[in-house]
Every structure is written in C-alpha cells, then in structure tokens.
C-alpha cells in the first residue's frame, strides 16, 4: 500500500509540474488592455465589428504571446483620462476621434480644417500617406501617443439641434457640444454659436437637460448613444471629415520586439480597412434609420453649403497658421489639392 501511495503522490506531482509547465507555456508575454468608449452590439458597426477582428487576428497571429483585454462602455474611465492613462503607459490602447489627442499636440488640429477633403477617396490617400505619417510621428514625439492609423469615425461631421436646421442663420446663438478641440471650436464661433466642450459619455444628458442645444458628429456616430431621442434635426453641412485613430502607448509599443510591432501594425491597418468599408456602406442605412425615428435631416444646397465655407474656413485657418507646425500644414493642404483633383469632385 505504501509503494502504491508513494507512486500515486508521484504521478500528482508529475501531473500538476506537466499542468503548470503547459500553463506558463501559453501564458501571454504581452498585454494589451483596450479602451473603447461604446457598449459592444452584436450586429455589424464600424468600429464593433473590426475591434473583435482586430482582437482575434493579434492573438491568433502572435500565437498567444499578446493578450487582448477589450474593455467596452468606458470601463477604464471616460475617454479623454484614458487616453492620457495611454500616453503615460498605464493603458495600452484606446480607440477614439482626433479631437482626443489635440491636447496633446497641437499640430493634430491641421484635422479640423473645413472642408479640407472633397471626398472620402481624398481624405484616404492623404491620411494613409506621408502626411497622415508625419502627424503620428509629431503625436508619438510630443505626447507618448502612438497613432497606428487613421481610420474613418463615421464619415463627414454634421450638426443637430431641437429647433429646425435648413440653413446657416439656424444655428446663431445656439450652444454646441464639441470636443476639447480648438479648431472645432472656432468653426461654431464663426457660425455665431456658443462651442461648448462636454466628455462624450455625458452628452446625452447634456442635450436632455438642455445644458447644449445641439452638437456635431456623423450620422453613425450620432446613433451610438440614441441621440434621436434627444434631438430631432440635423443639417448635413458636412464642415469636417472625421478621422479617429488606433491610439497606442509608445512606451508599450516600444517594449515589443519587431516581430510583434508588424503583426499589431497589420492588424490595426485591417482594422481601418474594415471599418472604412462597413461605415460608407451604412451612411445610407443610418439616415434610412434616423428618419424613420422622427428625425428631420436637410441636405443644403450648394449655395448654402459654400456659406458655410466662406464663414467658417478663413477663421479656422488663421487658427491653424498660429498653432500648427508649417512643414504639416504645407504638406496637408497641398496633398489635399492633388487628392481632390483626382477625385473629380
């Protein structure tokens, strides 16, 4: 009996060597702990559907040495304080718009300039270029941001309101929620509203209780939150193509070996193609969407939309002059000029 206890003690200890052997085997060498803002919906979304993709492919791709944690519903706190637990290291990655990092550097604010891209085929070749380059270097240099790439967040930039919007003169004196963007800002002052930055997680409330009037995004973007249920016009002026970006530590980003930084920069760059594809094709589906709710959506005329050019675009760009870094500016407005006339548009 006690030769048979001994092998029985001795097969334990082997099993549970061989069970803790196989677990540091598999055990993840990396960590990627990433922020979104969003609850996770099932169905396809623009952003949803190529975040689960995004995780499966690193994960399967470093064969396991990376674990993805993705915190939905702005778990690891609202977004402007986790992207700055991002650029301290304390998170690893954070999905958000433009706006976001423009604290951080200044120079990200060349964005916001009106009715810079004629189309989305204009703003894509920019972005993915030189420029779009350029930015995230100047981002990873001044703040500790790493932008991966530059995806789509929803499309053109549109503003709703309570009160019918048909033409320029509708939003005077109106409050707008924007972002902690300064360039954004100065679009509302010109269209003689009140530009009122407020955290995306309490915008609902924010409209609801009438602490803003109205505010600015795509159409997609506007859905996440239900917006249709506080707000009931929108007019399509499309005032700024909206980009967002994969945002990674650079700390993080730099402690992975080169074959890792490939496998998570692949990644992020199926991520954009996915999630520019999903969100073109669901523009049309979205309005479909928000009309049916209720909601009033006015397309302006050309004549309109060029008011809103000349009121807005001269201020944002004596901005820009000021607070951008001119290698950026030249080499944005130029590519935009060569992008657009290949367009046509």
């Given amino acids: 009996m006690k030769i048979r206890h001994e092998n029985l003690l001795r097969g334990l200890a082997v099993s549970t060597c061989a069970a803790m052997t196989a677990s540091m085997a598999f055990a993840a060498d990396y960590t990627m702990k990433f922020s979104i803002s969003d609850t996770e919906i099932a169905e396809e979304h623009f952003t949803h559907t190529p975040l689960r ?7 399967e ?9 993705v915190y939905w519903s702005g778990q690891l706190g609202k977004t402007d304080s986790v992207v700055n637990m991002v650029a301290n290291g304390l998170v690893e990655a954070i999905m958000g718009a433009d706006g976001f990092a423009s604290p951080y550097d200044q ?3 060349v ?6 891209f004629n189309d989305r085929a204009a703003a894509y070749e920019v972005l993915d270029g030189e420029c779009g380059q350029m930015l995230s270097d100047s981002l990873a240099a001044k703040s500790g941001l790493r932008a991966a790439v530059w995806h789509e967040n929803g499309g053109y930039r549109n503003y709703s309101a309570n ?9 005077k004196g109106l409050k707008i ?3 902690n963007n ?3 800002m100065e679009i509302v002052n010109a269209l003689g509203a009140s530009p009122t930055p407020i955290p995306w997680q309490d915008l609902y409330t924010a409209l609801q209780t009438g602490v803003v009037d109205g505010q600015e995004n795509s159409l997609a973007i506007f859905r996440i939150p239900k917006l249709e249920e506080v707000q009931k016009h929108i007019i399509m002026d499309g005032h700024v193509y909206s980009p967002g970006a994969l945002y990674f530590s650079q700390s993080w980003w730099d402690s992975l070996p080169e074959d890792l930084q490939e496998i998570v920069q692949t990644a992020s760059e199926n991520f954009r193609d996915m999630n520019r594809e999903i969100s073109t094709k669901a523009e049309e589906s979205d309005r479909a969407y928000l009309e049916a709710q209720g909601v009033s959506i006015y397309d302006p005329t050309p004549e309109q939309k060029q008011q809103f050019r000349d009121l807005t675009q001269a201020p944002a760009m004596e901005y820009i002059k000021d607070n951008v870094d001119a290698e950026i500016l030249s080499c944005f ?12 548009s």
């Fill in 182 to 184: 300064p360039v954004h």
């Fill in 111 to 116: 964005l916001g300039i009106p009715y810079l």
């Fill in 61 to 69: 791709k470093s064969g396991g040495r990376i674990e993805v944690q």
């Fill in 163 to 171: 009160t019918p919007l048909t033409s320029v003169e509708d939003l």
């Fill in 177 to 179: 929620r924007t972002m």
């Fill in 53 to 59: 993709a995004f995780e499966k492919e690193i994960e």
């Fill in 107 to 109: 120079n990200i604010q």
């Fill in 333 to 344: 407005l130029e590519a935009a000029e060569v992008a657009n006339a290949k367009s046509g």
